[in-house]
């Protein structure tokens, strides 16, 4: 997997931590602050959302529920409410440490590309220590589309000085896949709970697939 290749980049939220719960939380607790009638299937609701940016999903909220605060005040009210779960109960999957490591030993580069906040971003490798592994940070607020479309993950090797045939990603949902295929670069799924009903269409998409990063660890490090 990691053969022949010089950088290695994470999508964020699903794939270096295990923190794709707290957003259905934070949706629900949003929308019932708003006096919003909650999807009646949030989790399908939920999958609207995928590979959108922070700005561009506050547009799509505001929008859809026709709410009266502006996008910056949407994105404010989010961070308030993520930032203390982040920072406090949000783990790193298993194994991501030690990955992380690793690579730094074998003189990898290593990048982040997500959808989330650049603020928020922060505070989660910060909570967790391990922001010095990172060469370049990009968001898809950054690019001009989001996931699936290869923006994202082209910025982070342009920051990283990586052609992107020499970049390994990892991405556990279908359009972040999709993001890193499209760049021109291998892609490792990763098995989460919140997208376990899309396993089938992340091992087909992908060119391997994960419980963990121990597993990568046993068999590349």
Known sequence: MLENRKAVIFDLDGTLVDSMWMWKEIDIQFLSGKGVVIPEDIQAFQNQLEGMGFT??????????????????????????????????????????????????????????????????????????????????????????????????LETARGLEISPADCLVFEDVPMGILAGKRAGMKVCAVEDAFSKKQEKEKRELADWYIQDYYEVLRECL
């Open 56 to 153: 561009e999903t506050a547009g799509f909220f505001k929008e859809r529920f026709h709410l009266t605060d502006s996008i910056e005040e949407i994105k404010d009210t989010w961070i308030l409410m993520a930032e203390d779960k982040y920072c406090h109960q949000v783990p790193l999957k298993p194994g991501a440490g030690e990955f992380l490591e690793a690579l730094k030993k074998r003189d990898f580069q290593i990048g982040i590309s997500s959808s989330n906040s650049r603020e928020l971003i922060r505070k989660v490798l910060k909570a967790h220590h391990i922001e010095e592994y990172f060469g370049c940070i990009t968001t898809c607020c950054q690019v001009p589309a989001g996931k699936p479309a290869p923006d994202v993950y």
